[in-house]
């Protein structure tokens, strides 16, 4: 199983990037993907997460109106469109993934995925 992550890079201060995750191995159609980022010295945070079974999605409320999570029709790939970067953006960014569905409370916690993908950097330099 591999969730390979791509996209990430260095971008000016408002500036758009779209990072992609596909995955291969297994499908992950009835469960949920997501992403995470971490920050140099700090925890790992939810950033989205799309729930492929039930077809919902949700972004974190300090990303709403800048981030957008969304899928491809094979439920093979997750995409995040990220716009209006700021310097705090600047962290690797992971895709995870679970091939169960749950309450979306609880995919925001990144232990109850079992699935990663390698990170990718994204920097937001002003």
């Known amino acids: 199983v591999q969730l390979q992550a791509s996209g990430g890079g260095l971008v000016q201060v408002g500036g758009s990037l779209r990072l992609s995750c596909a995955a291969s191995?297994?499908?992950?159609?009835?469960?949920?993907m997501a992403w995470f980022r971490q920050a140099p010295g700090k925890e790992r945070e939810s950033v989205a997460h799309?729930?492929?079974?039930?077809?919902?999605?949700s972004v974190a409320n300090s990303m709403k109106g800048r981030f957008t999570i969304s899928k491809n029709a094979a439920k093979t790939t997750v995409y995040l469109q990220m716009n209006s970067l700021k310097p705090e953006d600047t962290a690797v960014y992971y895709c995870?993934?679970?091939?169960?569905?749950?309450?979306?409370?609880?995919?925001?916690?990144?232990?109850?995925?079992?699935?990663w993908g390698q990170g990718t950097l994204v920097t937001v330099s002003s």
């Open positions: 191995g297994r499908t992950f159609s009835n469960g949920v």
């Open positions: 799309f729930r492929l079974s039930r077809g919902d999605s």
């Open positions: 995870a993934a679970r091939t169960s569905d749950l309450i979306t409370g609880l995919l925001r916690d990144p232990r109850r995925y079992d699935y």
